[in-house]
């Protein structure tokens, strides 16, 4: 039989393996860890410093004002094999605050998707991610919200965590739809069109190779109910698929890539730097990447939204709106009156000639250039129905 | 005092707390979670399954034999930002076996970037990142070489493992470049030249904000001897950069979305399916993806690529090379002859045109078709030096 003193010193020896390991699966970050992370950033160059190679962003021209990215708040509504890796990107970037609302649990059968480990199998979503999260980086505020939008109760609360859930207790800067069905979306839509957010859709396809991102300013761009994207990706009207025994394929590459666009995109809109893209998408069989610009439906059903397109052209009569969200002119040239949707392609080879980069001298990109109507391919421009732009914008995102 | 059995039962407390926590970090992988990942794939749908989602490729008509992926061995030279998110995506797909190369450690500097933790910050990184894909998927054989491939005996073990590293003691299927520095690329290059073995370069600029991968079958298409991408990507010739003190920008988006298309090209290559692409490039301002196609030099320094370069013409003079891996004739009707390096920009709108995918009737892209030299923009057709071409390169890159 062990004495007293044997057994004393086996606790102590669990104690401190215990202590050692702990530090994976604890709420509280250790001490250690969360010193390195201080609320403000810290430009100095050395290994110990998370944000350096962040804050050199600034050194290299990129970025004005690094920091001000503390000062954000966005909301991700789904956390699944899109949202969780978005939500881990802002985190290591350093966003001030998150808002997480998913009522999933993790599957065994989300193991080929980044993000969540085999362990968490079991768990809800939103708390899974907020753990992780919360031990990338301490100093950023993430709140979880474990619970279905689509709801009545559940709508209010959403709603009311938009326009108060910022670290001020504001409106949250940004929005992101990182939902996999139709009706998260649509009130996704109705929330942001209701209070006049800016958003992000996102998206991907059934079939696992293509998907795309959306950035929706109600009242300037289409609206998810002035033409829905998804729909239109996934080549199958999403109300008419039954969530329970569908098996959509899917990979961690499409998914990490939609991840990737949109909260690069994010980072531009909310730093003001470089171009956010309006619609971008991604097809994997070959690599190709059509960008393209919603205007909004005059008579979308949203009686929000067409709210919204008045009040927007107002301040565009009065001047008053955002520049870094205006469609510039060069861009809106192409956009024939009659295009009901302004449904319009950037065309990569296009887009790059109108920049301030130091286009090669050297190279000629050989697009003609001598009229407006060439430098982007325009979608139709006749009284096409709705369904028809649908099966226009079905067979774009299939090219 | 406490007694013994008070002391005996804190023990047990003890030991069943390290129990719980020990899952997360412990080499060995849970027998629960082990049990769920079988070294055959199931396509069951169900909740348990880690690989339903991907066995669904084959019911949507993606890939037709997803389970080979278990046949096959990948090698990733650097598990950095680039190279460790495609560690992880390999092994969420379910691939047979990685060889991991790196000699770096982890730092708190890296935290801006996907895949590592906080706390591993001070291990190496071939050993950090081990641990956790063998937690993600325990039937995955990870083996990891923690040393320089640069140095002359170590270059003689990276020869030796792609030579006899596969699951059956055979050469490696490819070989992933996830490097931050030119003699790493040099290295790898020398290596496949040598063994005639086809492989992925990878790299991210300094700015963060633009990268590229690039695909590489000795004799075929131009080695990174020919013309190096990455010298161009960045603007700087990265012998002179001294990386001590450089402190580049990085982010955790650029970082995954390079990743995820050296993966989903990787994926497409060894499973047969979509276009794979020779050169993708990303420039994150502007959304824009360069592609193009890069043939050998034939006066290139590295005489194992001039010998592989005759092999191939021989081979194709044959008829028995790899239909997978030929250059369609579509594409190479627009190099000139005297394009040395076969240069051509593969313009996303003229490569969507001519594919096997439902193009929409109703849609125009209305770039001109009357000659093949408007298709893709061809970089010049003179007697350019290196030296120009580099610039055009680069400037292409900075586009």
Chains 1, 2 share one sequence.
């Not at 050692?20 to 509280?28: I, P, Q, S, Y």
């Not at 870094?324 to 009901?340: Q, W, Y």
């Not at 050297?362 to 979608?379: M, R």
């Amino acid at each position: 039989m062990e004495s007293l003193e044997e057994l004393k010193g086996r606790i102590e020896a669990l104690r401190s393996l215990f202590s050692d390991v702990k530090l994976m699966t604890d709420d509280e970050t250790p001490a250690e860890t969360a010193s390195s992370f201080s609320s403000t950033m810290s430009d100095e160059v050395k290994d110990s410093n998370p944000y350096s190679r962040l804050m050199a962003l600034k050194r290299m021209g990129i970025v004005q004002n690094y920091e001000k990215i503390r000062d954000y708040t966005v909301a991700i509504v789904g956390v699944g094999g899109v949202g969780s890796v978005t939500a881990e990107m802002l985190t290591r970037c350093g966003i001030g605050k998150l808002l997480l609302f998913d009522y999933d649990k993790v599957e065994l059968a989300n193991m080929n998707r980044m993000f969540y480990m085999p362990q968490q199998a079991g768990t809800y979503k939103v708390e899974a991610a907020a753990k992780t999260l919360n031990f990338i980086n301490p100093t950023v505020d993430i709140k979880s919200f474990n619970m279905n939008i689509t709801t009545v109760e559940n709508y209010e609360t959403f709603q009311k965590e938009l326009l108060h859930g910022s670290l001020t207790g504001g409106r949250v800067d940004l929005v992101l739809s990182c939902v996999d069905n139709y009706e998260g979306r649509m009130t996704i839509n109705q929330a942001c069109n209701e209070l006049g957010l800016p958003w992000f859709e996102s998206g991907v396809s059934e079939n696992a190779v293509s998907g795309h991102i959306q950035f929706i300013n109600p009242g300037e761009t289409a609206c998810f109910a002035c033409a829905p994207p998804l729909i239109v990706a996934s080549s199958v009207d999403e109300k008419t698929l039954k969530k329970d025994g569908v098996c959509a394929a899917s990979l961690p590459t499409t998914m990490a890539i939609v991840a990737g666009f949109l909260v690069q995109n994010v980072l531009k809109k909310l730093l003001n730097f470089g171009e956010v893209s309006h619609y971008l998408g991604y097809n994997a069989m070959k690599d190709h990447f059509p960008r393209m610009k919603l205007l909004p439906n005059t008579s979308c059903s949203d009686t929000n939204c067409i709210k919204q397109q008045e009040e927007y052209k107002e301040k565009v009569a009065n001047q008053v709106v955002d520049e870094s969200l205006k469609v510039s002119e060069k861009e809106s040239a192409v956009v024939h009156e009659d295009n009901i949707y302004g449904i319009e392609l950037v065309h990569d080879g296009a887009a790059s000639k109108d920049d301030d980069y130091s286009a090669g001298d050297g190279v000629k990109y050989s697009l003609p250039q001598t009229s407006s109507n060439v430098e982007g391919p325009v979608v139709s421009d006749t009284n096409q129905s709705v369904d028809d732009l649908r099966n226009v914008m079905n067979n774009l995102n299939n090219l």
